[in-house]
T-cell receptor, first 116, second 113 residues
């Protein structure tokens, strides 16, 4: 299947700072990427949908000014958690859509964020 | 997207077939059935998807009932590495942003030695 890579896989940051997570589609062009958050023992919660070259669409309850999403190219989307708080500590996962391979969505490995 | 219902957990003996059920009684005619699994602390892995015909790939088989209101994912020879949470998701198969996947709680499959 297609490969989606996230970086970093783990990051620790101090409260009040910002941290950026990258999501790359390595062997295909992704017109649409999705960002999820997952707390321990819970399911994935969709945060936002991003289309290349346009503003992201955020799910209800997700603060767009806190979770900045940029999808500047067909192979890269970034999620920036601004003014991080300990409650932002979570597992963040991106996914990318490709029209090839049966319109399947592929997921990255996920990024663990710990805010101290 | 239509909602799905899955049992919260299942057990399976190593080497035996694992049959994971999913109910999607409100599925629409243009919605596909997708299966993903998530091994602890990893991103979800695509397994298989189908519309109305049964499907098979190197990982699993997908059996969809004729009325499309339920389906079964079959792992023919489960191994310990198949222990994971399995998610059944239904969604339309067109339209860019409409591709978003909404995850339920899934089924925790535990393969026992």
């Amino acid at each position: 299947g297609a490969v989606v890579s996230q970086h970093p896989s783990r990051v620790i940051c101090k409260s009040g700072t910002s941290v950026k997570i990258e999501c790359r589609s390595l062997d295909f062009q992704a017109t649409t990427m999705f960002w999820y958050r997952q707390f321990p023992k819970q399911s994935l919660m969709l945060m936002a949908t991003s289309n290349e070259g346009s503003k992201a669409t955020y799910e209800q309850g997700v603060e767009k000014d806190k979770f900045l999403i940029n999808h500047a190219s067909l192979t890269l989307s970034t999620l920036t958690v601004t003014s991080a708080h300990p409650e932002d500590s979570s597992f963040y996962i991106c996914s990318a859509y490709t029209a090839t391979a049966g319109n399947t969505i592929y997921f990255g490995e996920g990024s663990w964020l710990t805010v101290v | 997207d239509a909602k799905t219902t899955q049992p919260p957990s299942m057990d399976c003996a190593e080497g035996r077939a694992a049959n994971l059920p999913c109910n999607h009684s409100t599925i629409s005619g243009n919605e596909y059935v997708y299966w993903y699994r998530q091994i602890h602390s990893q991103g979800p892995q695509y397994i298989i998807h189908g519309l109305k015909n049964n499907e098979t790939n190197e990982m699993a088989s997908l059996i969809i009932t004729e009325d499309r209101k339920s389906s079964t994912l079959i792992l023919p020879h489960a191994t310990l590495r198949d222990t994971a949470v399995y998610y059944c998701i239904v969604r339309v198969n067109s339209g860019g942003s409409n591709y978003k996947l909404t995850f339920g709680k899934g089924t925790l499959l535990t393969v026992n030695p």
